[in-house]
Antibody, heavy 120, light 110 residues
Framework: QVQLEQSGAEVKKPGASVKVSCKAS????????IQWVRQAPGQGLEWMGW????????KYAQNFQGRVTMTRDTPTSTVYMELSRLKSDDTAMYYC?????????????WGQGALVTVSS | NFILTQPHSVSESPGKTITISCTRS????????VQWYQQRPGSAPTIVIY?????PSGVPDRFSGSIDSSSNSASLTISGLETEDEANYYC?????????FGGGTKLSVL
């Protein structure tokens, strides 16, 4: 069965960086994009970008340009999302989702989320 | 990019039917597929409708989706409401490989 297993909760200080992992299993890793979505406490869903595991190509939301980097490790079927220069309003749950269909627009499986808390 | 607007909240009694709208601000709603996600408190989102009106296996047929070009909106309809349907629902579409989410609708089943 398809699973996306994310890394655990993190607490970071303002200005630091965080790297969240998402390990895929149960399907061919290279065949589907991985999308990243975050959700601040009590707020809605915010798209951050995607990575193509086959090529390593990426697309980032304008709000995160210059601060986010998505990478993958094909042998372990794992993708990573690193967010730098953290601010308090980056405190959120970070989700990875498998994207399929036209423009990989359908998030059919989601990870359990990784809580990132930014606090001094 | 366009904006997707949803009502903030909706409430109804068990056994009734509700419809949640998702209005696209620019461009045609028919141009790009619309997905709907259910998110219960403390859980990750799960997909309930994809490509406007397709239901994933395992999702009850009480859930249905549609689009309406005249109002430039998508809709999620849930019939025979059950208490377990109480959750936040998000519409999502895309443009040039960019995902766009609606603000979410809190469904209360009273």
């Amino acid at each position: 069965q398809v699973q996306l297993e994310q890394s655990g909760a993190e607490v970071k200080k303002p200005g630091a960086s965080v790297k969240v992992s998402c390990k895929a299993s149960g399907y061919t890793f290279n065949d589907y994009y991985i999308q990243w979505v975050r959700q601040a406490p009590g707020q809605g869903l915010e798209w951050m970008g995607w990575i193509n595991p086959n090529s390593g190509g990426t697309k980032y939301a304008q709000n995160f340009q210059g601060r986010v980097t998505m990478t993958r490790d094909t042998p372990t079927s794992t993708v990573y999302m690193e967010l730098s220069r953290l601010k308090s309003d980056d405190t959120a749950m970070y989700y990875c989702a498998r994207g399929r269909g036209v423009s990989y627009s359908i998030g059919d499986y989601w990870g359990q989320g990784a809580l990132v808390t930014v606090s001094s | 990019n366009f904006i997707l607007t949803q009502p903030h909240s909706v409430s109804e009694s068990p056994g009734k039917t509700i419809t949640i709208s998702c209005t696209r601000s620019s461009g045609s709603v028919a141009d790009n597929s619309v997905q709907w996600y259910q998110q219960r408190p403390g859980s990750a989102p799960t997909i309930v409708i994809y490509e406007d009106d397709q239901r994933p296996s395992g999702v009850p047929d009480r859930f249905s989706g549609s689009i309406d070009s005249s109002s430039n909106s998508a809709s999620l309809t849930i019939s025979g409401l059950e208490t377990e349907d109480e959750a936040n629902y998000y519409c999502q579409s895309h443009d040039k490989s960019v995902w766009v989410f609606g603000g979410g609708t809190k469904l209360s089943v009273l």
